[in-house]
């Protein structure tokens, strides 16, 4: 019998709400993981597969707003969150389509707030566009595609950041 640790544990428990969500199989998020761990180890800039130099560049700044470098680990881009959601799209092509629409969301609605993109907003409009969707029950019915987007979003990342090579000093 094989015996795990907490990080296993944790791990575990994480991408399974998720890979259900997702219909996502255990092995795909560990070889989405190792892939990720791959390129993080070879130290060069990755070049994505799945999403565009801008749906790239969103995500990379959407994974970091929800997951940020603190004091105890690195951040998500740090980590190979983006790297593991590329490897996730292309792994399960029916989400292409709810993560591109959540992106094309994210940059239609700052566009229409501030007359720009996602990734050109200031960090507190970054903010008030997130806050907006990052609470189902308080979010407006005019935001709901966004809630759609960011509750898989968050996930994803929290996934990604949990299956890295990156310790996470948190747990003991």
Known sequence: MTTMNRR???QLLAVAPLAAAF???PESVREAAALAHEVLARGIPYEPKNFTAHEWETVRQLVDLLIP???RSGS???AGVPEFMDFMLGDDPDLQTPIRGGLAWLD???DDRYGRSFVSCADAERAT???DIAWPKKAKPEHSAGVAFFGPAMSSSTVARSTSAQPMKVLP
């Open 8 to 10: 296993d544990v944790v």
């Open 23 to 25: 219909r996502w199989a």
């Open 69 to 71: 470098r603190d004091a």
């Open 76 to 78: 998500a881009t740090e």
């Open 108 to 110: 239609r609605t700052c």
């Open 129 to 131: 566009v997130l806050d």
